[in-house]
C-alpha cells in the first residue's frame, strides 16, 4: 500500500494458520467479519470461537477438543486479539505457540 492510499491490498487465497496443537488447527480469515473470532478445526469438525468470551459462535467440536481450545485462547487471548487486529488491516500474521 503506497502512502496516502486506504485501499487494502489482497492477500493471498490461503488463510493463516496462526496454531497447531493436537491435531487441532486454529486459523484467521484476512478482514473476517466481526465479532472478533477465530476458526478452531479438528477433524471433520470446525467452530468459529470469539476472542473475548469464548463463546462459539458457529460450529463444533469435540467435547476434549473444545476444552482444549478454550484453554489455548485463555491463554493466547491477547496475541489472538492483536493478530485479529492485523487481519481486519491486511497485514501479517504472527503465529502462537500451541498447547503443549
Known amino acids: 500500500m503506497s502512502p496516502g492510499d486506504d485501499t487494502p491490498q489482497p492477500y493471498p487465497s490461503l488463510v493463516p494458520r496462526l496454531s497447531e496443537f493436537y491435531g487441532i488447527a486454529v486459523y484467521m480469515y484476512?478482514?473476517?467479519?466481526?465479532?472478533a473470532h477465530f476458526h478452531a478445526i479438528y477433524g471433520g469438525d470446525e467452530a468459529?470461537?470469539?476472542?473475548d468470551?469464548?463463546?462459539?459462535?458457529?460450529?463444533?467440536?469435540?467435547r476434549t477438543a473444545a476444552r482444549l481450545v478454550q484453554e489455548w485462547r485463555l491463554l493466547h487471548r491477547e496475541e489472538?486479539?492483536?493478530?485479529w487486529r492485523r487481519a481486519r488491516a491486511f497485514e501479517p500474521l504472527n503465529p502462537i505457540e500451541g498447547l503443549r
Open 80 to 83: 489472538l486479539a492483536a493478530d
Open 30 to 35: 484476512w478482514n473476517d467479519h466481526e465479532p
Open 48 to 51: 468459529l470461537v470469539r476472542i
Open 53 to 62: 468470551d469464548g463463546v462459539l459462535l458457529a460450529g463444533s467440536l469435540p
